[in-house]
């Protein structure tokens, strides 16, 4: 296999290889696509239920990411940490 030395990478020069990365390429690009219209799906749907529920959007997002990855436990967790770490560096814990 013939390559081209450049100051970064090595550039290839088989056409085998350079077929393969252009393949890989579309794939790539295709799947790219496929998620931006699935985020574009979650933002739609998330903004349908706000308004039919009138609960925030930015709640029902939250809510469905925590359905989504099970970590209920987890994000209380951090939740709570996080609350007592600003009041002990605020000093704001409650009386």
């Known amino acids: 296999m013939s390559v081209v030395q ?3 990478l090595t550039l290839p020069s088989d056409p085998t290889v350079l077929k393969q ?14 998620a ?3 985020k574009d799906f979650q ?4 903004a349908d239920l706000a308004k039919a529920t009138d609960i925030p959007a930015k709640f029902l997002k939250k ?12 994000v ?3 939740q ?3 609350v007592e770490l600003y009041d ?8």
Not at 63 to 74: D, F, G, P, T, V
């Open 88 to 95: 002990r560096i605020f000093d704001t814990q409650p009386e």
């Open 36 to 38: 931006e219209g699935e």
């Open 6 to 8: 450049t100051s970064q």
């Open 80 to 82: 709570g940490s996080t």
């Open 76 to 78: 209380e967790a951090e």
């Open 21 to 34: 990365i252009k393949d890989a390429c579309f794939e790539i690009s295709a799947s790219m696509t496929r």
């Open 43 to 46: 933002k739609n749907a998330v």
């Open 63 to 74: 809510i469905a990411s925590l359905y989504h990855r099970q970590n209920r436990e987890q």
